[in-house]
């Protein structure tokens, strides 16, 4: 039986706002995404997705496709050069990682369920950006297509799992601290009580941080800085 349906009603109430929040949190972290340099001038890291994946774990992977879609809109009406292509782009990239991970993690509700849905994420973004890029970069960048497909196996999914480890593992990170934050002031509904959870979110600590140090180690070494 539901002991908190006034908290779970009030919570509820306030999820719009929570939503707009996420977007605006989203858009801050593209911004301070802009200051990486891009790969080979044209793959840029962008931590954005980790807001997502967030809110896609609370509210479920409807609520991911929004935010990436809002916050996508604003940077191309605000910051990008791309345009629609760019607008499309990143929708794509951040649900194809945001999605499948808010969807396992929505029937495992567990730190090895957050695990395993992340590593899934990872996986059909990857290969999601590698059709993609296929398709849509000889048409928007003025490249032979043979050229483009040469690229995939060295260079865009090599970067898109990476980048997807490091937004993987900032999730891992900060999932924990933000969805407490937001469960106090009550902008989230309260989970069920339950017990021995600290190995398990220690390990998942322990785990987060390796893959963001690993992953960005990498990065360095494909921007060629180290």
């Known amino acids: 039986m539901d002991t908190h349906p006034t908290a779970r009603r009030a919570a509820s109430a ?13 858009y801050a972290a593209m911004l301070i995404g802009q200051v990486i340099p891009a790969v080979q001038g044209i793959l840029s890291y962008d931590p954005k997705d980790v807001v997502v994946v967030i809110g896609g774990f609370i509210y479920g992977p409807l609520t991911a496709v929004l935010i990436s879609a809002i916050t996508s809109l604003v940077e191309m009406l605000t910051v990008s ?44 973004m990857a290969a999601m950006m590698c059709l993609w890029n296929y398709i849509v970069t000889p048409i928007y960048q003025g490249v032979p297509r043979q050229v483009v497909a040469s690229m995939l196996p060295t260079l865009f999914l090599p970067f898109n799992l990476v980048k997807g480890a490091i937004n993987a593992g900032l999730t891992l990170l900060l999932y924990k601290p933000i969805v407490t ?13 339950a017990g021995g959870r600290s190995k398990a979110n220690t390990g998942a600590l322990l785990l987060g941080a390796a893959l963001v140090v690993t992953g960005t180690l990498l990065i360095l070494v494909l921007l060629g800085v180290i």
């Open 181 to 193: 934050a937001l469960r106090r002031a009550g902008l989230a509904e309260a989970s069920p009580a």
């Open 14 to 26: 306030r999820r719009p706002a929570t939503v707009g929040m996420l977007c605006a949190v989203a």
């Open 81 to 124: 050069s791309t345009g629609p292509v760019g607008f499309v782009m990143n929708v794509v990239s951040t649900c194809s990682f945001a999605v499948p991970a808010a969807l396992i993690y929505r029937r495992s509700r567990s730190m090895k369920g957050a695990i395993w849905s992340l590593a899934a994420g990872v996986a059909v």
